[in-house]
């Protein structure tokens, strides 16, 4: 018996679903750092799998905090320093979909990884008359009534 006989029949997700749950990475495992701050996130499919993906094109807000140094103190003071922070704006629940984008550049060769992240989801384009965007294949179509 083949490993192919075992196979049901192939399936094509829609690439679409919501967050689950999300964290934003601020200290990278290497390789990534020209990335970080970046978010990632448990993303629930609309067919039911979940799936694990960092999130981009995120809309961000910025703001500037002081903050205390623990433990670290100049003339006896407590030593503040200002902090730029910067938030990604994702919500439980938020539509995401799925689009191709650069992972990461690899070593001396110059390689560049491509994989999968997910964007807040787009609005669907739908025309009076049957016109519209194919939620498969992403292309234009006409139905003619």
Not at 106 to 116: A, C, K, N, Q, T
């Amino acid at each position: 018996m083949s490993v192919e006989s075992n196979c049901g029949q192939p399936f094509q997700f829609s690439g679409r679903g919501e967050v689950l749950s999300y964290s934003t990475v601020y200290d990278p495992p290497e390789g990534f750092e020209e990335q970080a701050p970046y978010t990632v996130a448990l993303i629930k499919l609309d067919e039911g799998p979940l799936v694990t993906a960092q999130l981009t094109d995120l809309d961000t807000s910025e703001e500037e905090k002081e903050t205390v140094i623990p433990g670290m103190t100049e003339n006896g003071k407590e030593v503040r320093v200002k902090v730029r922070i910067t938030k990604r704006i994702v919500e439980i629940g938020m539509r995401v979909e799925m689009v191709t984008r650069l992972i990461r550049k690899g070593g001396d060769r110059g390689m560049l990884v491509y994989g999968y992240k997910f964007i807040p989801e787009l609005p669907r384009l739908t025309v009076s008359g049957g016109s519209g965007i194919d939620d498969n294949s992403g292309s234009i179509y006409n139905k003619e009534d």
